[in-house]
Every structure is written in structure tokens, then in C-alpha cells.
């Protein structure tokens, strides 16, 4: 999977966050931000989709920073557990149409 990165600035006009606000989650380690070799600051897709849960969660419900930091981690958790259990199904779906497709042992046939 791979990532897109936009500029700092341009992310924030994107999602109505402000730049002040996106480099506060830098510093309070919920997003990463990275510069460019031109020195460019940006932001990945990934990282711009923390911001705006991170920002619904302490605008709208009211939630702290420190606990918003607890909900993205289980996010993050539930996340990598569903991409598992998909490659698990997918890998259980190939052995099952590799067994259908095999010919019967010889003492069956």
C-alpha cells in the first residue's frame, strides 16, 4: 500500500484543520509529519485521517488528548486484526479451491 503525501499546508486546507493544530499533534507524537529533500513539510494520507479522528474526538465528544492517543491506538489495532483476518480468509479460500480442484486419491477414484 502506498502512501500519499501532501504538503502541511495544503492538508490543512483539505481537512479545516490548521497547520498550528497539525503540528500540535506532531509534537504530542499522534501524527508524523516529514520533510521533502526540497524541504517541503508534508503529511501522509494516513496520518491526515488521525488528525481529523483525533479532532472529532476532542471537538465533538469531548475527549483529551491522552484519551483520543488510547482510541487511535484500538483503531489502529482493529484495523491491523481485520487486514489479518482478510489475508487469513483469503489464504483459507485458496486452499479450499486448490482442494476442490485436486483429483480424488487413487484408492478413490
Keep these: 500500500m502506498s502512501l500519499k503525501y501532501l504538503p502541511l499546508h495544503e492538508a490543512a486546507e483539505r481537512s479545516g484543520l490548521s497547520v498550528a493544530y497539525?503540528?500540535?499533534l506532531e509534537r504530542?507524537?499522534?501524527i508524523v509529519v516529514k520533510r521533502t529533500l526540497?524541504?517541503?513539510v508534508v503529511i501522509s494520507s494516513t496520518d491526515l485521517?488521525?488528525?481529523r479522528v483525533t479532532a472529532l474526538?476532542?471537538?465533538e465528544l469531548e475527549?483529551?488528548?491522552a484519551g483520543a492517543e488510547?482510541?487511535?491506538r484500538m483503531r489502529d489495532d482493529m484495523i491491523a486484526m481485520e487486514r489479518q483476518f482478510d489475508e487469513i480468509l483469503s489464504e483459507l479460500v485458496a486452499t479450499?479451491?486448490?482442494g476442490f480442484a485436486a483429483p480424488p486419491p487413487v484408492g478413490e477414484r
Design 70 to 72: 488510547v482510541i487511535l
Design 63 to 65: 475527549v483529551n488528548l
Design 22 to 24: 497539525l503540528e500540535m
Design 49 to 51: 485521517e488521525r488528525a
Design 28 to 30: 504530542e507524537g499522534l
Design 57 to 59: 474526538l476532542t471537538e
Design 96 to 98: 479450499l479451491k486448490r
Design 38 to 40: 526540497d524541504d517541503v
